[in-house]
Nanobody, 124 residues
Framework: QVQLVESGGGLVQVGGSLTLSCSGS????????LGWFRQAPGREREFVAG????????ELNNSVKGRFTVSRDNAKNSMALQMNSLQLEDTAVYYC?????????????????WGQGTQVTVSS
């Protein structure tokens, strides 16, 4: 079993920055491909960013390319999402997730373990 805990969410103005962190326990996250997803009220959960087990590959949703960066530190059993130039449409609950294939997946259904989520609110 893997337990994931997100932190770093909050309220920020348009154009601001936040860094989300995901901390894992139970098993080494190095065995898993990791991802960030988000869910806004009334909308389905959507893929934001993914990173392979070795950090050799990353993938970003087109809507966040150039603004968000995903990284991981297997030694610290953690993953981060650096979010810059935040926009109103980035407002959502952000979740980190782990899947056992170790590669990147954009599919919600591929992920076995989920954190509880952290709220990001972008205001004007």
């Amino acid at each position: 079993q893997v337990q994931l805990v997100e932190s770093g969410g909050g309220l920020v103005q348009v154009g601001g920055s936040l860094t989300l962190s995901c901390s894992g326990s139970g098993r080494p996250l190095s065995s898993y491909g990791l991802g960030w997803f988000r869910q806004a009220p009334g909308r389905e959960r959507e893929f934001v960013a993914g990173i392979s087990w070795s950090s050799g590959s990353t993938e970003l949703n087109n809507s966040v390319k150039g603004r968000f960066t995903v990284s991981r530190d297997n030694a610290k059993n953690s993953m981060a999402l650096q979010m810059n130039s935040l926009q109103l449409e980035d407002t959502a609950v952000y979740y980190c997730a782990a899947q056992g294939r170790r590669l990147i997946s954009t599919d919600v259904d591929d992920y076995e373990y989920w954190g509880q989520g952290t709220q990001v609110t972008v205001s004007s």
